[in-house]
T-cell receptor
Framework: NAGVTQTPKFRVLKTGQSMTLLCAQD?????MYWYRQDPGMGLRLIHY???????AKGEVPDGYNVSRLKKQNFLLGLESAAPSQTSVYFC??????????FGPGTRLTVT | AQTVTQSQPEMSVQEAETVTLSCTYD???????LFWYKQPPSRQMILVIR??????QNATENRFSVNFQKAAKSFSLKISDSQLGDAAMYFC????????FGAGTILRVKS
């Protein structure tokens, strides 16, 4: 039981490049989330999904897209990376008891 | 919109002593959940304790306990017998439809 895993752990992009972050969970959770963490600001919700095939916008969705084609996977895409998207990205899934389980994070730097 | 405020950016405690981290939140909901998460330098988000709003009894997990004051919308975390391994960033979080985080409190433990 791996819990929540994220790929990759680190990435450096040039402005304008694209990339996809992959999140996988093996706990059969319906709800999944993508957050970003910036210094002094806690975690902010980017997008979330309440089930396979569904996605919704969070607090800071601009510049990101997501897809949930399979229940266990939740992908976060950056179509044209900007320096403002330099951050640590966390994926999480939520159990029926409302606890969220987090992945180890991805540190993204956009130069 | 719900907000979570942690008014202490940084706290220090001597090993074996007790420390209390403050958290207040703003909501018009009556049914919700509150959490404290710990984030050590490894970046992993670790659930410390949870509290259901409908429960009057304060939650306790070993050395960690909360003081939940629903009317005052206050949710403080008390750490007893502090250990060096408790040093981390602590986030208070509120969940109704989505998880909303405070900005965090850095806890330093002195030996």
């Amino acid at each position: 039981n791996a819990g929540v895993t994220q790929t990759p752990k680190f990435r450096v992009l040039k402005t304008g490049q694209s990339m996809t972050l992959l999140c996988a969970q093996d706990m059969n959770h319906e709800y999944m989330y993508w957050y970003r963490q910036d210094p002094g600001m806690g975690l902010r919700l980017i997008h979330y999904s309440v089930g396979e095939g569904t996605t919704a916008k969070g607090e800071v969705p601009d510049g990101y897209n997501v897809s949930r084609l399979k229940k266990q996977n939740f992908l976060l895409g950056l179509e044209s990376a900007a320096p403002s998207q330099t951050s640590v990205y966390f994926c999480a899934s939520k159990s029926v008891s409302y606890e969220q389980y987090f992945g180890p994070g991805t540190r993204l730097t956009v130069t | 919109a719900q907000t979570v405020t942690q008014s202490q950016p940084e706290m220090s405690v001597q090993e074996a002593e007790t420390v209390t981290l403050s958290c207040t939140y703003d909501t018009s909901e009556s049914d919700y959940y509150l959490f404290w998460y710990k984030q050590p330098p490894s970046r992993q988000m670790i659930l410390v304790i949870r509290q259901e709003a409908y429960k009057q009894q304060n939650a306790t997990e070993n050395r960690f306990s909360v003081n939940f004051q629903k009317a005052a919308k206050s949710f403080s975390l008390k750490i007893s017998d502090s250990q060096l391994g408790d040093a981390a960033m602590y986030f208070c979080a509120y969940y109704s439809v989505k998880l909303v985080f405070g900005a965090g409190t850095i806890l330093r433990v002195k030996s």
